[in-house]
T-cell receptor
């Protein structure tokens, strides 16, 4: 079985500050991991994915995430927040073998203040 | 390539009615998944179809059903609507089982 825990339903940062959104996973087999972003009244857009290649993954809009097996974590970071980053972010996991569906975390709403 | 297309974008229905939502996946994607998104429950998996066969099913009552056609387009149906069915219904397609999901913009269903 697999699951994802996102710490913090809301994260507030100032424009220009570091963004850190936390994601921890549990999976019975090595997983693939994804981060998605959702803007109001839209679907989810893929930010980045980890598929067992490099542990540091770069995505769109300046975001990156690091896979740490020892900590079962896949935290999302961005060095400098923009107002346009305000959205809801979802971490998701799927086993890298067998057939299964994506399991999503509850989401973290990122608030960016001027 | 065109993205995942969902129609309609908004729907208002009355309790007891039924509704059909439509999804056209990205060209070449044979897998289509459906999710229900609500503020309280987050993203909940409904079902996934691959080449017209249901591959996985979430924990929803039998009022929720779906199907996939030979051109990979999918529909989901909800019968005997309840107030709690009000949600954003998201469709997503993928190329193979561990590929990322690509989402449509959803159908916002309001049940009154």
């Amino acid at each position: 079985a697999q699951s994802v825990t996102q710490l913090g339903s809301h994260v507030s940062v100032s424009e220009g500050a570091l963004v850190l959104l936390r994601c921890n996973y549990s999976s019975s087999v090595p997983p693939y991991l994804f981060w998605y972003v959702q803007y109001p009244n839209q679907g989810l857009q893929l930010l980045l994915k980890y598929t067992s290649a490099a542990t540091l993954v770069k995505g769109i809009n300046g975001f990156e995430a690091e896979f740490k097996k020892s900590e079962t974590s896949f935290h999302l970071t961005k060095p400098s927040a923009h107002m346009s980053d305000a959205a809801e972010y979802f971490c998701a996991v799927i086993p890298n073998s067998g057939y299964s569906t994506l399991t999503f975390g509850k989401g973290t709403m990122l608030l960016v203040s001027p | 390539k065109a993205g995942v297309t969902q129609t309609p974008r908004y729907l208002i229905k009355t309790r007891g009615q039924q509704v059909t939502l439509s999804c056209s996946p990205i060209s070449g994607h044979r897998s289509v998944s459906w999710y229900q998104q609500t503020p309280g429950q987050g993203l909940q998996f409904l079902f996934e179809y691959f080449s017209e066969t249901q591959r996985n099913k979430g924990n929803f009552p039998g009022r929720f059903s779906g199907r996939q056609f030979s051109n990979s387009r999918s529909e989901m149906n909800v019968s005997t609507l309840e107030l709690g069915d009000s949600a954003l219904y998201l469709c997503a397609s993928r190329q193979e089982h561990n590929s990322p999901l690509h989402f449509g913009n959803g159908t916002r269903l309001t049940v009154t």
